[in-house]
């Protein structure tokens, strides 16, 4: 059974940062390009941050450009996303997915951070 | 950037009838569509990828079709379990890849 386990949220105030784990099981981690998509409080989801499998490549949304960094350790199994000059409207919950067949799939129950003084 | 855009926002309906929820994509994605079920309080599931195939251990009442930019999610039989809010989602042209808003099925 796959397992992701994200971790490191918290309370932050405007222009702090953090960095989000990720903890992956169940799957041949290094064979799996893997994203960020987070969720706004009563919001929809909104992808963040993509990299491939061997984290060769990144991308991200214009939304956090400049910003926020990911990256992964394929020989720990984790997948990271440091956030930097967080703002108000970067809170969320993160959830971090493989791209299974082009998908995403399966979700873990994601970390919770709030950009708040 | 191709923008989702589901109807209708919400739905009232009762355990037993059918419905089909309408994603539409502002330019072609093919058959690069997919659906998510979220129920409150948890993580989005995959129900269904590349506009048609159920994902493993989802239902038979759960189907889906459509290609190009018109798409359908179609539930046969609504059980209690099946409200909940539904995403559609494209991975033909990314980054980024888009979600669309949400359709929440509530129980009438």
């Known amino acids: 059974e796959v397992q992701l386990v994200e971790s490191g949220g918290g309370l932050v105030q405007p222009g702090g940062s953090l960095r989000l784990s990720c903890a992956v099981s169940g799957l041949t981690f290094s064979n799996y390009a893997m994203s960020w998509v987070r969720q706004a409080p009563g919001k929809g989801l909104e992808w963040v941050s993509h990299?491939?499998?061997?984290?060769?490549?990144?991308y991200y949304a214009d939304s956090v450009k400049g910003r926020f960094t990911i990256s992964r350790d394929n020989s720990e199994n984790t997948l990271y996303l440091q956030m930097n000059s967080l703002r108000a409207d970067d809170t969320a919950i993160y959830y971090c997915?493989?791209?299974?067949?082009?998908?995403?799939?399966?979700w873990g129950q994601g970390s919770l951070v709030t950009v708040s003084s | 950037e191709i923008v989702l855009t589901q109807s209708p926002a919400t739905l009232s309906l009762s355990p037993g009838e059918g419905v089909t929820l309408s994603c539409r994509a502002s330019?072609?994605?093919?058959?690069?569509l997919a659906w998510y079920q979220q129920k409150p309080g948890q993580a989005p599931r995959l129900l269904i990828y590349?506009?048609?195939n159920r994902a493993t251990g989802i239902p038979a009442r759960f189907s889906g079709s459509g290609s190009g930019t018109d798409f359908t999610l179609t539930i046969s039989s609504l059980e209690p379990e099946d409200f909940a809010v539904y995403y559609c989602?494209?991975?033909?042209?990314?980054?980024?890849?888009?979600f669309g808003q949400g359709t929440k099925l509530e129980i009438k």
């Open positions: 990299i491939t499998s061997s984290g060769g490549s990144t």
């Open positions: 590349d506009a048609s």
């Open positions: 330019q072609s994605v093919s058959s690069y």
């Open positions: 997915v493989p791209k299974k067949g082009g998908w995403f799939d399966p």
């Open positions: 989602q494209q991975r033909s042209n990314w980054p980024p890849y888009t």
